[in-house]
């Protein structure tokens, strides 16, 4: 039997034979059919992610580091981290309608409003440096990218191919392109990486990151009470700049002395850096003492906050409700120059997101690999075993939420206390759950649904907004369930708003008229407050004048239940004190 062919063999290779004969007589008839209607066959040339040329660590003094997507408050304060940490870098300028044109241009039909924006901005980028004089091949050895990716229910696990498309579509073919993932980290070459992730990176990315959340919540509060038009942001430019200074002249924590001499000669020298490192960052105050400085400055800002304006909470898909541009309609400037109070979203809520649904994760999959290694169940090593894996990697996560809330709080209170703590994901999922299953990944989950519920019903907002890009699955998902969530919470005021690179006014017309139904709230609020109290708006700016301290930024007055706006409830704390230091007054003589 060893040169013999079985007769099952035998019938293979004559199915075999007939299937090549069938494809080719295919192939022919295709070819004659085509010839006959003059239709020309081509080679198809299918899309495959090109090798990336490393970013080395001997290129790192020549080659500069582009970022972008957040708000200039953010990546100013990045700017100084990374340069801080030995790094040449640029941030890209928020996006503009060109820079829409230009990813439309190069890119993919059907890719959504942040894809359009962000992938135009760099090609618009790079566009620029050659119009300044930089060849091309220039470009390409002298910068790289770095960007966010990830998957689910969402373009934004295309934007890399995107980019890469956009990118040699215009001429600038192998410019790298250096993808950080959600999970897994940056995506490089094994050699000496030019960017190096290591703990000193993500604690200064995240500081600045936190210090951008904080710096620009209190902005937005302050502007639109300044007594004096434009003051807010030119304070805002001035601690800006001293905050990239501060990032930028933090030196790396290191072992001196003795210490490091000693620690050296083990294997403990290594460990005993990272700890220096993390009790540096709870316990150093190199951005508290900067944000005390920070708070001074703005507290150097007179505030009138007697003026009636209805507060709008801000909810959405991250970029479109992050950026401060074209891409959603410049739609915090419009609001705040129809009198209203904008509350931002910080990008802290979405990083909080991210761990507890991490944890979500760890106990929804707790057992199951046992059952994909087939273990027994009365296994009790591998049970046990498989149950301390599951509690050690929640106890990591959850100190890790503990230590972020921990610096994030610490920040706040360096910058006087008035900057909104994040909200605990716990209350979101216990709000958004019953609307929007948790387990839901892609977008921003069940958090458009349940931040809508929180700031309505939390007296925290008049009105909220949710800023979308056009034809986004997640978000469009939420809007669906915010139907059921509007009908049972009546009072509240939801509108949705999908952005585009065009629009605006019709945009900005729908959004009027929500906002005139907030107004009215919020007058009606502060008719209630002085209608209680007694007093008139006159009184109050009377009293305030004689207590400068009022007018002061870091300045708490607390707030009440029932009461949304900031007015209403200075008015009442106002009231209050008045009436007491009355009784002290006639208490006196």
């Not at 540096?280 to 009636?308: K, M, S």
């Amino acid at each position: 039997m060893g040169l013999s062919q079985t007769p099952r063999a035998n019938e293979l290779v004559q199915i075999s034979s007939k299937e090549a004969l069938i494809r080719q007589q295919v192939e022919s008839e295709r070819r004659r059919l085509e010839q006959e209607a003059g239709i020309a066959a081509r080679k198809i040339e299918h899309f495959h992610k090109p090798v990336e040329r490393p970013f080395t660590k001997s290129q790192r003094d020549t080659t500069t580091l582009l970022f972008g997507g957040l708000t200039w408050k953010h990546e100013k304060l990045i700017h100084g981290a990374l340069e801080g940490l030995g790094y040449k870098c640029e941030a890209i300028p928020v996006p503009n309608k060109k820079a829409f044109q230009l990813g439309k241009e190069y890119g993919n039909n059907g890719q959504c409003n942040p894809t359009y924006f962000t992938v135009g901005n760099l090609v618009q980028y790079v566009q620029d440096l050659e119009e300044k004089g930089l060849t091309k091949q220039e470009i390409i050895d002298r910068y790289v990218f770095v960007t966010a990716g990830a998957c689910g229910p969402c373009r934004f696990g295309m934007y890399e191919a995107e980019y890469r498309l956009a990118l040699r579509n215009a001429g600038f073919d192998g410019f790298r392109v250096l993808l950080f993932q959600q999970e897994g980290g940056l995506a490089q070459s094994e050699v000496e990486a030019g960017l190096v992730m290591d703990l000193e990176f993500f604690l200064n990315i995240l500081n600045a990151m936190n210090i951008g959340d904080i710096i620009n919540d209190v902005a937005y509060q302050v502007r639109p009470f300044e007594v004096n038009a434009g003051e807010t942001d030119r304070v805002l430019d001035e601690c800006l700049d001293m905050l990239h200074a501060v990032m930028r002249s933090k030196r790396p924590f290191t072992l001196e002395g003795k210490l490091a001499s000693l620690l050296s000669k083990t294997n403990f020298s290594e460990t005993a850096e990272s700890i220096g490192k993390f009790l540096n960052q709870l316990y150093g105050d190199d951005y508290t003492a900067a944000l005390n400085e920070v708070r001074d400055r703005f507290d150097a800002i007179p505030l009138d906050r007697t003026r009636v304006k209805p507060i709008v909470k801000i909810t959405g898909e991250f970029w479109a409700q992050t950026t401060e541009g074209d891409g959603n309609f410049n739609m915090f400037k419009f609001l705040e120059k129809e009198g209203a109070q904008v509350l931002v979203e910080p990008i802290g809520t979405w990083i909080t997101y991210m761990m507890h649904q991490a944890k979500q994760s760890i106990r929804d999959r707790r057992g199951l690999d046992l059952v994909e290694r087939n273990v027994s169940k009365w296994n009790l090593k591998a049970f046990f075993g498989s149950h301390l894996n599951t509690q050690q990697d929640l106890a990591k996560l959850t100190a890790a939420e503990v230590i972020f809330k921990r610096e994030y709080n610490r920040l706040i209170d360096a910058l006087g206390g008035i900057a909104h703590h994040l909200a605990d994901q716990y209350e979101l999922q216990r709000l958004g759950h019953p609307f929007y299953n948790s387990r839901g990944d892609g977008g921003e989950g069940h958090l458009e649904v349940a931040k809508n519920i929180y700031y309505s019903n939390k007296d925290l907002a008049h009105m909220v907004l949710s800023l979308k890009p056009f034809g986004c699955m997640p978000s469009t998902q939420s809007d669906g369930a915010q139907s059921a969530v509007v009908s049972t919470y009546k009072d509240m005021i939801f509108i949705p708003v999908e952005t585009s690179g065009e629009g605006d006014v019709n945009a900005h017309s729908r959004v009027q008229m929500a906002l005139g139904e907030a107004k009215v709230r919020a007058k009606n609020e502060i008719n209630r407050v002085l209608e209680e109290t007694g007093t008139t708006l006159e009184e109050v700016r009377a009293f305030v004048r004689e207590h400068p301290e009022m007018r002061k930024a870091t300045y708490k007055y607390g707030h009440r239940k029932g009461l949304v706006g900031v007015a209403a409830n200075f008015v009442a704390h106002a009231a209050e004190r008045m009436k007491a230091e009355a009784r002290e007054t006639v208490a006196a003589s």
